[in-house]
């Protein structure tokens, strides 16, 4: 073979390897952000709230064949995390199976998260509903491990809470009660416990909170949890989780 053939043989290969890449860089651009679209759908309607979806290094092309990711990082839009407004939720859930199965529509075998709740989210939470409209300002003291909730204009009476954890769940305690005898209505006070406690009681994909922190600005969560089977889509959403057609 002359020289110039071999020259054009090999301008060939490279051209044709430099296509096949592109091809491939090319589908697994694409496939991934569709893929992490179709698995948004999926966790939202567990966690209640719309999800940003970070998938691992694993290339998707391969995950398409075995169905298995080994982990799947979920940040929550920022805005609100069910009824809690302004909260924060940074998800990561290991060893994603979506092999289909009698259990259900796939498995994790493990997953954690760190919460975050501004006092300016917990006020705007309070306030939102009817029995917290009286509620003025939200203080939170991290040496103390309490937040302050002020009602009324000008300090016109307060009362204090402190969130703790007790066998995976958080529950909030008064802990200043004798302010309750200036005249504050017992409703008032155990609707806002209410509020805050089911703002720190949504824990998704079956995990359970291991440890609370009040800080100078919020509240901050840790859960943790270990294997959950994913349930089916409801009917509703069946289809247009299956129009993703990539993890089906």
């Known amino acids: 073979m002359t020289q110039p053939k ?31 679209t179709c698995l948004a759908q999926s966790f939202e309607s567990q966690l209640g709230t719309g999800v940003d979806v970070d998938l691992s290094w694993k290339p998707v092309l391969l995950q398409l064949v075995d169905r298995q990711i080994p982990s799947v990082t979920l940040d929550s839009d920022d805005t609100a995390f069910g009824p809690a407004k302004e909260m924060q939720v940074h998800a990561e859930v290991e060893d994603v199976d979506l092999r289909d199965s ?25 306030q939102a ?6 509620v003025t300002s939200v203080t939170a003291d991290e040496t103390a491990g309490t937040l302050t909730f002020t009602v009324g204009g000008q ?15 958080v529950t909030v305690e008064t802990t200043d009660a004798s302010i309750l005898g200036i005249g504050l209505p017992t409703a008032l006070v155990d609707g806002v416990v209410q509020i ?31 294997r959950f089977v994913l349930p089916e889509a409801p009917a509703d959403q069946q289809q247009q989780q299956n129009s993703c057609g990539l993890l089906a």
């Open 196 to 226: 805050l406690t089911s703002g720190l009681q949504q824990y998704p994909l079956g995990m359970q909170a291991t440890e609370v922190k009040v800080t100078d600005s919020g509240v901050d969560l840790r859960l943790e949890g270990g």
């Open 6 to 36: 071999r020259s054009r043989l090999a301008t060939i290969v490279v051209i044709v390897v430099v296509a096949l890449v592109a091809v491939l860089v090319g589908a697994e651009v694409y496939i991934r952000n569709r893929a992490t």
């Open 155 to 169: 300090g016109l009476a307060e009362f204090t809470a402190r969130p703790v954890v007790e066998d995976g769940v």
């Open 102 to 126: 009698a259990e259900g529509a796939g498995t994790i075998g493990s997953s954690s998260a760190d919460v975050t709740w501004p006092t300016s989210g917990i006020l705007a939470t309070v």
């Open 129 to 134: 509903q009817s029995v917290g409209a009286l």
